[in-house]
């Protein structure tokens, strides 16, 4: 009887331990799975980021050939612009390629930065090229011929600082054993200085002119693997596991066991197939409602005319003409905004009145928001802000977060929602503030991914889309934490109002 008391003693240490690895093998997989998620968001937020410096040097490039050395002026306020709205972006300069012309620039550049500087653009064959800055070792050089031709004057060059790009307000990132690196493609550390052994995540940047290579990793220690109390439970857990094998019920734990699993596996797949196809009804309920409106019109229009032909009023068939026209139309941009969706491109903007949206939107929403009790409020200026975007598109994006500041304000006493609209010396903002209860923090950090959403009949498309519609304008679209309920801002560079060709 001892042996067998012994024997069964060594027997329970055994489970014990191997109960122990395994809550250490999933603790491991579970921060594993957790550094790959946050580092491939980062991934993406720093390739955006990114992706907005080569617009910075179009531009620029387009300023400095078009003033022809002129109007530096011109060049150092548009700089100083850039620098201000995007802080990552600490110094422009404007090199020249002749060595009698002096360089222009946002801060002072030593005579061996300049020269770094010119060999670098002379030897670029028309791809921007990276070079690591002398002066600071987390900052680097965007480099790129100006015009991008053999007949290039200038070499543009933008200094980075890197530490932003990888800049995050997650709480992730916050913790001590977490670390991040970032290094230029040839292996020269930007940020942190992480052991490729070490190294959990790796991958360049999404970028053809800035393939940086972001790094990340994680120490876990015992108390990280093993939390006290998880592993507590783990063990109670096994040896009652392990006593209810020795009276014989291993086999029905076990069998329990598996029917509880095909049982979640089968209510997971109804779940999912189900919010496939309310995700397929909601836009496809989206896009009957938004035809039905131009459809109507066009039907309309089509038998007034009619019957001004059978009448022989030729004189006012004209107009009715354009009207069925011009509705044929509104149908078609909502089918292209459709198909933008799948297959984003960038259409013609033009100027217009930012002023004028936000006046649609609330004579399509007013009535909705009256019968859900919600009081709908707005403060725009009184002379024009105007922006280069397309305004049905402008339109569609307030649309949806007015509509979404509403829907969330059901059980709210006194809902509210506001419109505020002002414009900065260059830029238009457009705050959306409720006082609902505010965004649900646990998806913040997806608030803008598709299929993200906490209603139960929603398709968690409508921020994903309204955030690409704004950057296809060069604009933001962000979620201001810290305020009462929810507040969403709309970012846009201001035009000329005078301006009417497309960008």
Not at 292 to 320: F, H, K, M, Y
Not at 327 to 343: D, F, K, P, T
Request: cysteine-free.
């Amino acid at each position: 009887m001892v042996g067998v008391h012994w024997r069964n003693v060594f027997g329970g240490l055994i489970v014990v331990a191997l109960g122990l690895a395994t809550l250490a093998a999933i603790q491991f997989r579970s921060q594993m799975n957790e550094l790959e998620r946050e580092s491939s968001a980062l991934h993406r937020s720093a390739s955006q980021l990114v992706g907005q410096h080569d617009a910075h040097l179009t531009a620029l490039s387009a300023i400095a050939v078009a003033s022809a050395g002129q109007r530096p002026d011109l060049f150092l306020e548009v700089s100083a612009a850039i620098s201000r709205f995007y802080p990552r972006i600490k110094d422009v300069y404007l090199v020249p390629f002749d060595k009698s012309e002096g360089k222009i620039g946002t801060a002072p550049l030593s005579a061996e930065d300049v020269s770094a500087i010119r060999q670098a653009a002379e030897r670029s064959t028309g791809t921007p090229v990276l070079l690591p800055s002398p002066s600071d070792a987390s900052h680097y050089f965007l480099i790129k011929r100006s015009p991008n031709s053999d007949a290039a004057r200038y070499a543009l060059t933008l200094e980075i600082d890197s530490a932003q790009l990888i800049a995050s307000d997650a709480p992730f990132w916050s913790r001590k054993n977490v670390h991040i690196g970032l290094s230029l493609p040839e292996g020269a550390s930007l940020v942190g200085n992480i052991n490729p052994i070490d190294a959990r995540f790796s991958q360049a940047l999404t970028s053809v002119s800035q393939p940086l290579e972001i790094e990340t990793s994680m120490q876990l220690g015992p108390s990280e693997l093993l939390p006290v109390w998880q592993a507590l439970g783990v063990v109670a857990l096994v040896l009652f596991g392990y006593v209810a094998m020795l009276v014989g019920l291993r086999q029905r734990t076990q069998l329990k066991q598996a029917e509880r699993d095909a049982e979640l596996a089968r209510v997971e797949a109804q779940l999912t197939h189900s919010m496939r196809v309310n995700a397929m009804g909601e836009m496809a309920s989206g896009m009957a409602h938004e035809l039905t409106q131009p459809l109507t019109a066009i039907l309309a229009q089509l038998q007034a005319g009619q019957r001004l032909l059978n009448q022989g009023d030729t004189e006012r068939l004209s107009p009715v003409l354009q009207d069925a026209v011009a509705q044929s139309r509104r149908g078609a941009a909502i089918l292209e905004r459709l198909r933008n969706w799948s297959r984003p491109q960038r259409g013609q903007l033009h100027a217009f009145d930012l002023r004028n949206a936000v006046q649609n939107v609330i004579a399509l929403l007013s009535a909705d928001a009256e019968s859900k009790h919600t009081k709908i409020e707005f403060d725009v200026p009184a002379s024009g802000v105007f922006v280069m975007a397309d305004q049905v598109e402008m339109e569609q994006v307030i649309h949806n977060l007015v509509r979404n500041a509403v829907e969330a304000q059901t059980n709210t006493p006194e809902a509210r929602v506001e419109i505020k609209l002002k414009s900065t010396s260059d830029q238009a903002v457009l705050d959306v503030v409720d006082n609902g209860p505010g965004v649900d923090p646990n998806i913040l950090p997806n608030l803008f991914v598709p299929f993200t959403t906490t209603r139960d009949e929603g398709t968690g498309l409508g921020l994903a889309l309204s955030q690409r519609l704004v950057e296809r304008a060069d604009g933001e679209l962000t979620h201001i934490s810290g305020q009462t309920g929810a507040t969403f801002r709309i970012i846009l560079p201001l035009v000329d109002h005078a301006k009417e060709d497309d960008r």
